[in-house]
């Protein structure tokens, strides 16, 4: 079973759409975009800074980071690789540190427009 992490921040700055002007907002419509996803995969939404307090929704877990995003996605993430029960974590983000960095643990890496395209 895979797991999607999607770097909020990074996801939502990937479509100029005018997020800049109310990030929490922006982060509500991403996370409303995932739920929408269905078919029972686990989803976590890792949110920081101004998005902060987006709330978890059926479908899609969100996860404010106490301090930096990648950081948190990065411990998420090692937190499934230590579990050792073929979770496999798929982080959603352009970043490229930090898709480097999630590999290092096994995860696989897809861009923004997996979860949120350009319309």
Same mark, same amino acid.
Request: hydrophobic residues 40%.
């Given at each position: 079973? !895979? =797991?999607?992490?999607?770097?909020?921040?990074? =996801?939502?700055?990937?479509? $100029? /759409?005018?997020?800049?002007? !109310?990030?929490?907002?922006?982060?509500?419509?991403?996370? /409303?975009?995932?739920?929408?996803?269905?078919? +029972?995969?686990?989803?976590?939404?890792?949110?920081?800074?101004?998005?902060?307090? @987006?709330?978890?929704? $059926?479908? @899609?877990? @969100? *996860?404010? &980071? $106490? +301090?930096?995003? /990648?950081?948190?996605?990065?411990?998420? @993430?090692?937190?499934?690789?230590?579990?050792? !029960?073929? %979770?496999?974590? =798929?982080? =959603? %983000? &352009? *970043?490229?540190?930090?898709?480097?960095?999630?590999?290092?643990?096994?995860?696989?890496?897809?861009?923004?427009?997996?979860?949120? $395209?350009? /319309?």
């Amino acid at each position: 079973m !895979d =797991v999607l992490i999607v770097d909020g921040a990074n =996801v939502v700055g990937s479509v $100029p /759409d005018g997020w800049w002007r !109310d990030r929490r907002g922006a982060a509500e419509r991403l996370r /409303d975009r995932l739920a929408r996803r269905g078919a +029972g995969e686990e989803i976590v939404l890792v949110v920081e800074g101004a998005a902060k307090g @987006v709330a978890s929704v $059926p479908g @899609v877990r @969100v *996860d404010a &980071a $106490p +301090g930096s995003g /990648d950081d948190r996605i990065v411990e998420l @993430v090692a937190a499934y690789a230590e579990r050792g !029960d073929g %979770t496999r974590p =798929v982080v =959603v %983000t &352009a *970043d490229r540190e930090l898709r480097a960095r999630v590999r290092a643990y096994g995860a696989r890496c897809v861009g923004p427009r997996t979860v949120h $395209p350009a /319309d």
